[in-house]
């Protein structure tokens, strides 16, 4: 298939029914990055993968770090950390049904606030309405989450942020003490039903091992 791409698991995602693949190829087109997107069919006794898109942002770059397909198949998420100097992007994608195999860019997710390489980690709900994005050099490499819905799969809205100044509209940290750990946000996952983030912090310097596993 020629995908181009690197061991970690942050880079390959599948929907909930196991028939939808999407693959990041962050170093792909000269590091601007790209997505792989593959459908498994039943031919005869046997199932077969097929390659369907291949993903490509303009002006992206490193467009593929993290990914992640909601559980119903329908919405992509493509983390490009590197995009915009470093401040980070995720893009969204969406096809309205399983039938199509075209997939329309809905909008490219930034945060300028600061070089916070947003969509370092990505997960999405399982009807692609909550984005949880992570970014771990927030606020000097302690890190940070951004967490944003969508109620027409169009248009997306930031709900919370959680890095040194803590989290807003409803969201509730756990312990409320932990946010602000060192490259926070490294890894991230949200429940099928948006409602609860789990955040890594590997080099959270509470733990004796150096690393941590913190809910948001």
């Known amino acids: 298939t020629g995908v181009q791409t690197c061991a970690s698991s942050d880079l390959v995602a599948i929907s909930d029914d196991g028939a939808s693949l999407v693959v990041g190829a962050p170093h792909s087109d000269s590091n601007a990055g790209a997505a792989y997107t593959f459908e498994r069919t039943v031919v005869g006794e046997d199932l077969v993968w097929t390659l369907t898109n291949k993903m490509i942002v303009a002006d992206s770059a490193y467009c593929g770090t993290s990914v992640s397909i909601s559980g119903d198949g329908l919405t992509l998420a493509l983390g490009s950390t590197l995009t915009n100097t470093g401040d980070g992007a995720v893009y969204i994608f969406y096809r309205a049904n399983r039938l199509t195999n075209t997939w329309t860019s809905v909008v490219g997710i930034t945060d300028t606030s600061s070089a916070g390489q947003l969509g370092g980690a990505v997960s999405l709900s399982t009807d692609g309405t909550v984005l949880v994005a992570g970014g771990k050099t927030y606020s000097n490499f302690k890190g940070g989450i951004r967490i944003y819905h969508t109620t027409d799969h169009v248009n997306w809205y930031l709900s919370s942020s959680y890095d040194v100044v803590g989290g ?6 756990i312990p409320a003490e932990s946010y602000g750990s060192n490259y926070y946000g490294y890894a991230v996952a949200v429940s099928g039903d948006g409602q609860i983030a789990v955040v890594g912090a590997p080099q959270h310097s ?6 941590a596993a913190e809910g948001a």
């Open 168 to 173: 807003t509209n409803g969201w509730l940290q």
């Open 206 to 211: 509470a733990y004796p091992d150096g690393g």
